[in-house]
């Protein structure tokens, strides 16, 4: 069951159609608003036009494949177009989605038009959202994050790519309309200035689509890294007690000894600031640290309820019924007086708002939150998240990107005891016979040096 | 270099150590709940009663802190700009309903009420936001000393973390001294200008405010006569905001048609509010609260079917609902232009059993005229609509069946499905204390936050139901709900702002149809007797 399930008619879909000349971070937008609406349980997909394009053998296109009097070029952009504009009628149809995104340029109003008719006909509500800048240096920056990551320039020198890149903007440049003031009076649109210096929003109609604004204005596209951890051991881990609020182990203090060299190590000399829960364990854990601390009470660990300060062994045998029903839905099960994952996801919502808002922070917390966490940054299934394993004593950075979310891990070299717990069993600890296929997520990662 | 900083942003203690293996966790969610507060009337509008309790806790707060500080936000101070007649009295308390539902304490600050609270005769240059006069100036600051004292005595004394200031502002000069001030207290000061460009909207707003306390006993062409000196005497003086001036601001034009934000950069609430503005509208209608008829055994588990009783309750409901609706419409109709007088004011029963409005002759008389802007007709698009939302029940939505059959239309919102009473489903308070003695007692002590196994709390529904709320918020029409009690606690608690302790003992009879009206100040909350089933002959064929 969807929790937002949101409509003013009984079957409200919408298409976001981005507008805005390339190396606007359109394309980063649009994965952000699909991976914050799937974390939210709304279904949501992202057609990219440049991916169609490229499919229909038009893979390594120079600036001169998109002058808009290239007429033969221009038919297999249309055509591509029109390919992504089927598939997703065919998505809303088949797979009952609520929210695409038409990830293109969009910048003629002719083609506009010819969107907007198509999704009326469909009975899809429009939104169109528009990246407007004229800051070059975002530009430039993002012509660089582009051409490292863009399959259009896959092997071609930085140099040639980021001039080709100009070019084919110029491009562009010649046929942009804006959404404008007069012209677009009647259309629901929002238009993003310098990404959210200024911020126009017209005509919204529904509820969803007010949602999707309200986190659109968070977002912002200067590069940054977030790290997460969590609390060094503790002395419920030791004892494999879920919950409290406890200090560190011995060796959890080491880790805490050794987190702001692992810090340095990957952040350099960059500034962060430190987010922490109001627990103990986690404030231990980031006291070494030399940057600006803050503390939520939103990242306290998932609420155990009655079975606080309890091993698993003894929730097996005192409440055998919900230890069961956990394992079978563990992302909607709630202990008796505490929360679900659901609950915590709900809870998270101000952090993650802010943390698109923020530049390079350390978040140093509990496991059940970690993972809720990641699974927004990584677009993990619900299904999955509750059950990936995030090892104690380990670093994680992660780089967003326009085409994705680059994760690093580093290791302390201190040990500790394993805290995830398997699916069917009160044991914890990662078998051999691992039964779970998603708790390898972070493993499988690759790792910088120690 | 490490600086504490807590969620509510006290300093950081030193840890106490416990002894032994005690390690619980002592914080809890929710401080403070579970202490008993005098209940006030619940059919008066809580928005502007204090916020200062200690223990002041809302039905859609996600968490509590000491400080009473939530999300990092700090101290905001919301400063409302425009001419008389932008709605900004209706603004600020709406922001000020919404943030303290979210949990937030905030308090508005209109300077109009405190200067009807002055005991001295006040000059007529008080009006002008340059005045000439001696008098005048010295008058007028000495009103917006008091507001700017109370204002600041609410962040320093009182745990307030936003104030909404509702007055002109309509100078550079006044703007930037506030600003000023507030932000060298450290609060964060964010304009929120509201300009009117439809001549439709500022008539309107004109006619609300010249029905002000203001001009109480005055006649109708005289209290707006009164209304439009005021009005004109700042026009002059109006100095737009503008990117220029450096101040952060949103531009909130016609009621949320359009909105620009500017220098915004005060994170999470204040992108909550713009969220929130983009939801609201200007409300004409009511929104109607009714109980669902009833069915034989009238549980939870089972999903039963009305009974004959239930079948009447929902004929007389309709009947009554439609009568009232179409009253108020009726006595709208004042003076009618040319076009509108052939169009008849009874109900055409072919379509609608609803007396036309002038949003609907509107859309009648310009269908398809391309020069004019069309009316639009979705659910709550206008003051004409009427939609009934049911719980997704069968006996809910069977209520709303003769509604569908007098061509209003019925939508079922899964967001209404009740709370789930988990293992106490159809149990009576005896049954209950006996077999989840436990359980029970915990229930008494916070009866809002508190779960029994498998349930769901009051708080659990107020978060889900939250988009709904914002719906709401969008109807500019009439709705009537029909849902369980449980339900019609929290979407009245929001419009009506109960606190978390109010709430769960909020009594919805099926004897009574709750009416909320709005104005700008307050809601009003009217209890309308539903006649009993005895007494009634059918009109419909079942």
């Not at chain 1, 091993?311 to 069961?324: A, M, N, Q, R, V």
């Not at chain 2, 320093?156 to 001294?177: C, F, H, P």
């Not at chain 2, 000023?180 to 405010?209: G, P, Q, W, Y």
């Not at chain 2, 609201?280 to 549980?299: I, M, Q």
Request: with cysteine.
């Amino acid at each position: 069951m969807a929790f937002y399930t949101v409509s003013n008619v009984e079957n409200l879909r919408v298409c976001v159609v981005m507008v805005g000349l390339p190396a606007r971070g359109k394309s980063f937008i649009a994965q952000k608003i699909v991976r914050y609406l799937s974390w939210l349980s709304i279904k949501a997909k992202c057609f990219n036009v440049g991916n169609y394009r490229r499919q229909s053998g038009s893979g390594h296109p120079n600036a001169e494949f998109f002058d808009f009097n290239n007429t033969e070029a221009f038919g297999i952009r249309q055509k591509a177009a029109e390919q992504a504009v089927a598939d997703m009628m065919a998505w809303y149809e088949r797979e009952n989605g609520v929210v695409a995104i038409l990830d293109g340029t969009n910048t003629t109003r002719e083609r506009r038009d010819w969107i907007l008719k198509i999704c009326r006909e469909h009975a899809i509500e429009p939104m169109f959202l528009e990246s407007w800048s004229d800051d070059m240096d975002m530009v430039l920056r993002n012509i660089s994050d582009v051409k490292k990551s863009s399959p259009d320039y896959e092997g071609i020198d930085p140099e040639v790519a980021t001039n080709d890149f100009l070019k084919r903007i110029s491009k562009y440049e010649k046929v942009y309309e804006p959404l404008d003031h007069e012209l677009d009076k009647n259309l629901t649109y929002v238009k993003l200035i310098n990404v959210a210096q200024e911020v126009i929003i017209n005509r919204i109609q529904t509820y969803l689509e007010s949602r999707v604004v309200f986190y659109v204005m968070n977002l912002h596209i200067r590069p940054r890294c977030i790290w997460l951890s969590r609390h060094g051991e503790s002395l419920y881990n030791v004892e494999k007690k879920i919950g409290g609020d406890s200090w560190l182990s011995e060796r959890g203090f080491r880790y805490s000894y050794k987190l702001p060299d692992l810090v340095k190590q990957s952040a350099g000399d960059a500034d962060l600031t430190v987010w922490t829960s109001t627990l103990i364990r986690t404030q231990q854990t980031a006291q070494e640290l030399p940057y600006k601390q803050l503390h939520w009470k939103a990242l306290d660990e998932l609420d155990a309820g009655v079975c606080d300060g309890m091993t698993y062994e003894e929730i097996e045998e005192k409440y055998p019924g919900d230890f069961k029903a956990r394992d079978e839905n563990k992302y909607e099960y709630r202990y008796p007086g505490g929360e679900s994952y659901r609950d915590v996801v709900i809870r998270l919502e101000p952090i993650i708002m802010e943390l698109e808002r923020q530049e390079n922070i350390l978040i140093v917390t509990h496991q059940a939150v970690l993972r809720c966490i990641y699974a927004y940054f990584m677009n993990v299934p619900q299904e999955e998240s509750p059950w990936m394993s995030i090892p104690l004593h380990t670093l994680i950075k992660l780089e967003p990107k326009a085409y994705g979310t680059k994760v690093t891990r580093i290791k302390a070299d201190v040990p500790a005891v394993s805290t995830y717990k398997e699916k069917g069993t009160s044991q914890v600890g990662e078998s051999t016979q691992d039964g779970t296929k998603f708790r390898n997520i972070l493993l499988n990662l690759p790792e910088s040096s120690k | 270099m490490s600086v504490f900083v807590s969620d509510d942003e006290g300093l950081m203690t030193e840890p106490i150590i416990r002894p032994g293996n005690h390690m619980a966790r002592t914080g809890k969610r929710w401080s403070g709940s579970g202490q008993v507060r005098p209940i006030k009337q619940s059919n008066m509008d809580g928005v502007h009663e204090s916020v200062e309790a200690e223990d002041y806790m809302s039905p859609g707060q996600l968490y509590s802190t000491e400080s009473g500080r939530l999300f990092h936000a700090g101290r905001i101070l919301i400063v409302l700009v425009g001419l008389p007649a932008t709605s900004k009295t209706l603004l600020s308390v709406a922001i000020t309903r919404y943030t303290r539902w979210l949990g937030v304490r905030t308090k508005s600050f209109h300077v109009s009420e405190y200067r009807r609270q002055m005991t001295d005769t006040v000059p007529d240059e008080y009006f002008s936001a340059v005045p000439q006069t001696k008098e005048g100036i010295e008058y007028r600051q000495k009103v917006m000393r008091i507001v700017h004292e109370d204002m600041v005595r609410f962040f320093n004394d009182t745990k307030g973390q936003l104030a909404v200031y509702d007055a002109l502002n309509i100078r550079r000069s006044e703007r930037k001294d506030i600003a000023d001030k507030f932000s060298t207290m450290n609060i964060k000061v964010l304009f929120i200008e509201s300009h009117m460009t439809d001549t439709k909207l500022v008539d309107r707003s004109i006619k609300m405010a010249a029905q002000s306390s203001d001009y109480y006993g005055l006649p109708k062409v005289e209290a707006r006569a009164e209304y439009m000196k005021r009005l004109n005497l700042n026009k002059p003086l109006y100095e737009s905001m503008s990117p220029e001036e450096g101040l952060s601001y949103v531009e909130y034009i016609n009621f949320g048609q359009k909105l620009r934000i500017y220098n915004n950069h005060y994170g999470y609430l204040t992108n909550k509010i713009v969220f929130f503005l983009m939801n609201l509208r200007e409300k004409k209608g009511c929104v109607y609260f009714a109980r669902c008829g009833t069915s034989d055994k009238d549980n939870y588990l089972n999903d039963e079917e009305l009974n004959e009783d239930g079948k009447k309750y929902s004929e007389i409901l309709t009947d009554l609902v439609l009568n009232r609706i179409n009253e108020r419409r009726r006595k709208s109709h004042g003076a009618r232009t040319p076009a509108a007088r052939q169009i008849s004011l009874t109900p055409q029963s072919s379509q609608s059993s609803l007396v036309p409005t002038q949003a609907s002759i509107d859309r009648e008389t310009y269908r398809g005229d391309h020069r004019v802007r069309q009316t639009p007709s979705w659910d709550g698009a206008d003051e004409d609509s009427f939609v009934v939302w049911t719980a997704p029940r069968k006996r809910t939505y069977d209520t709303a069946r003769f509604f569908q059959e007098s061509g209003i239309s019925v939508r079922q919102r899964s967001q209404l499905q009740q709370l789930n009473p988990g293992v106490v489903a159809d149990m009576s308070d005896d049954q209950i204390r006996t077999e989840y003695p436990m359980e029970y007692s915990e229930w008494l002590k916070d009866p809002y936050h508190y779960r029994f196994p498998r349930a769901e709390s009051y708080h659990d529904l107020a978060v889900r139901m939250e988009p709904l709320l914002l719906e709401m918020e969008r109807m500019r029409g009439d709705i009537l709900i029909i849902g369980h009690e449980s339900t019609l606690r929290i979407l009245y608690g929001y419009l009506m702002a109960c606190t978390c302790t109010e709430l769960p003992s909020l009594n919805f009879q099926r004897d009574k149809l709750i009416e909320i009206s709005f104005s700008p100040f307050q809601n009003k909350a009217d209890h309308i007797p539903i006649p009993p089933v005895d007494s009634y002959s059918s009109k419909w064929s079942l």
